[in-house]
Every structure is written in C-alpha cells, then in structure tokens.
C-alpha cells in the first residue's frame, strides 16, 4: 500500500523557518521523482520543487528559489522541504509527490499558514 506522510506544517511569523517531511511506503523510493507541491485557497496546485532519483538535480518555481531546499533521504525513505524567509503568500497545503513517467502518488498535505 502507497503511502505519503507529510508532517511539519504550522503557524508561523512572516521571516520565519519551517521543515516539513515526507515518509514514503509501499514503493521503491529512489525509483522515484520527489516533488512538493502547495495550493492555496481558491487557487489552483502549483509546483513547488522536485528532486531527481539521487538527489543530483533540484528544481524550484521561481517565487521560491533561493529561500527553499529540496532534498531526500533515501535510506530512510523521506524527502524535506526546508523553507526559509517564509511570506504570507506562501501560506497554503503543501503536498508530497512521487512520480514516475508512468505513477504519480500524493499525499494528504500539511497546512503550512504564515502571518505578517
């Protein structure tokens, strides 16, 4: 059974840090493309970051470049999302992704909410 288990979401201060997690089970992990997605309320899901099989190439949506870091832990089945200099527009569900050309998993998300 295909599980994604997002957790460290929350409240927090416009400026302020977050890290959240995803556990992956029921597929082989490093088979698989990594992403974070979000979708805000009345908005459509957009992308976030993604993260090759091994970890050598990352990718971000413009509006988070160079304050998020995607990386993977695939020993331990987990992809983080570290988010820093966080603004009230990044308030939204973030959502785990696993693809491949063929499957794509989600997860449930985690409410990330930041005030100003």
């Known amino acids: 059974q295909v599980q994604l288990v997002e957790s460290g979401g929350g409240l927090v201060q416009a400026g302020g840090s977050l890290r959240l997690s995803c556990v992956a089970s029921?597929?082989?992990?490093?088979?698989?493309?990594m992403a974070w997605f979000r979708q805000a309320p009345r908005k459509e899901r957009e992308f976030v970051a993604a993260?090759?099989?091994?970890?050598?190439?990352?990718y971000y949506a413009d509006d988070v470049k160079g304050r998020f870091t995607i990386s993977r832990d695939n020993a331990k089945n987990i992809v983080y999302l570290q988010m820093n200099s966080l603004k009230p527009e990044d308030t939204a569900v973030y959502y785990c992704n696993a693809q491949t050309v063929l499957r794509s998993y989600w997860g449930q998300g985690t409410q990330v909410t930041v005030s100003s």
């Open positions: 993260i090759s099989l091994f970890g050598g190439n990352r």
């Open positions: 029921g597929f082989t992990f490093s088979s698989y493309t």
